[in-house]
C-alpha cells in the first residue's frame, strides 16, 4: 500500500487501511516557504499528506464488561493508555515518511526491525496489543470454547482444563508487566501458550496470535488492586471471547494445517 503526495486527485487512496487515516496538513503550507513556492508554482495541487493511525474503539459500550472490567478501567486504560501509544506513535511518525504506508501489523514487524527494535517499535506494537485485546473480549465471555476450537484446544494441551490451568499460570508468573496469549505455532503446527514482556508481540516472530490477556499494572488495578489471579480468572470465565478465538483460528487454517498430514493416494 503506497500514499500518494503528489497528486491532487488522490489524496485519499482507496485501499488505505480503514486503520489509516489521511491528513492534509495546510498548515505547512503556511510555514514553509519551500511548500508554499511548490505550491504556488503546481497551482495547489500538492498539499503535504500525512499518514496518521486512528484509534479503533472496543467492539462494545465502555461499561459492557461490568462488573468484571469497569467502565472506569476502561475510560482509563483505552482512553488514556492506549490513546496514549498510539498518540505517541503518530508523533514519531510525524518526523519523516519512512515508515508510511504499512498496515498495523507490518508496522509492528517492520520496527522489530529482526530483533533489532526501531524507536517505534514499542507504541506500535502497544496499539496493536491493545485493538488485539479489546476484540478479545465480549459481555457475557468466558465459559467453553466450541465446535473446532475446543478440538484443536483438547488435541494440543490434553484437555481444556488443562489449557486454562497452563494459561492462568502464564499469567501469574509474568515478571514485571507484559501479555499472555494463546497462538498458533507455524512451524509446530499446534496451539501455544506463550507470554511476552513490556510491549513484545508474537506477531514479531511469525506465530498467529488467537487471544491475548493484557498483564500490565493498570489493565486490573483499579478493579482488583494486586489480586492478579482474580483478574485473571475473571478474564478466562466471563470475559474472553471464544467466539472471536474461533474465527482468528479459522483464519489462521487458512495458512497452516493444524489436522494430521492428508498424504495423497497416487
Ligand atoms: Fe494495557
Excluded at 501509544?85 to 522489530?112: F, H, M, P, R
Excluded at 485493538?131 to 476450537?149: A, K
Excluded at 499469567?171 to 512451524?187: D, E, P
Aim: aromatic letters at 12%; glycine letters at 6%.
Amino acid at each position: 500500500m503506497g500514499w500518494s503526495s503528489s497528486s491532487c486527485t488522490n489524496l485519499f487512496p482507496a485501499s488505505a487501511s480503514s486503520h489509516l487515516l489521511a491528513v492534509t496538513d495546510v498548515s505547512q503550507l503556511l510555514k514553509s516557504p519551500r511548500l508554499l513556492f511548490r505550491s504556488q508554482k503546481q497551482k495547489q495541487c500538492t498539499p503535504r499528506v500525512l499518514a496518521y493511525y486512528g484509534l479503533q474503539k472496543p467492539p462494545y459500550k465502555l461499561d459492557a464488561l461490568e462488573p468484571y472490567m469497569s467502565q472506569r478501567t476502561l475510560e482509563m486504560h483505552w482512553g488514556e493508555h492506549h490513546r496514549g501509544y498510539l498518540e505517541g506513535l503518530n508523533k514519531q511518525l510525524a518526523k519523516s515518511d519512512i515508515l508510511y504506508g504499512y498496515t498495523l501489523d507490518e508496522l509492528v514487524k517492520a520496527t522489530y526491525n529482526h530483533g533489532n527494535p526501531l524507536p517505534e517499535f514499542n507504541n506500535a506494537a502497544q496499539v496493536w496489543n491493545h485493538d488485539f485485546f479489546w476484540e478479545s473480549m465480549q459481555p457475557g465471555g468466558g465459559n467453553m470454547p466450541i465446535l473446532g476450537l475446543l478440538g484443536q484446544i483438547e488435541k494440543d494441551f490434553g484437555s481444556f482444563t488443562n489449557f486454562k490451568e497452563k494459561f492462568i499460570e502464564a499469567a501469574l508468573t509474568l515478571f514485571g508487566s507484559g501479555w499472555v496469549w494463546l497462538v498458533v505455532k507455524r512451524n509446530e503446527k499446534r496451539l501455544e501458550v506463550v507470554k511476552t514482556t513490556n510491549a513484545f508481540s508474537p506477531l514479531v516472530w511469525n506465530d498467529i496470535p488467537l487471544v491475548c490477556l493484557d498483564m500490565w499494572e493498570h489493565a486490573y488495578y483499579l478493579d482488583y488492586k494486586n489480586d492478579k489471579a482474580e483478574y485473571v480468572n475473571a478474564f478466562m470465565n466471563h470475559l474472553v471471547s471464544w467466539n472471536a478465538v474461533l474465527g482468528r483460528l479459522a483464519r489462521a487454517q487458512i495458512f497452516v494445517n493444524l489436522g494430521e498430514p492428508n498424504v495423497p493416494v497416487a
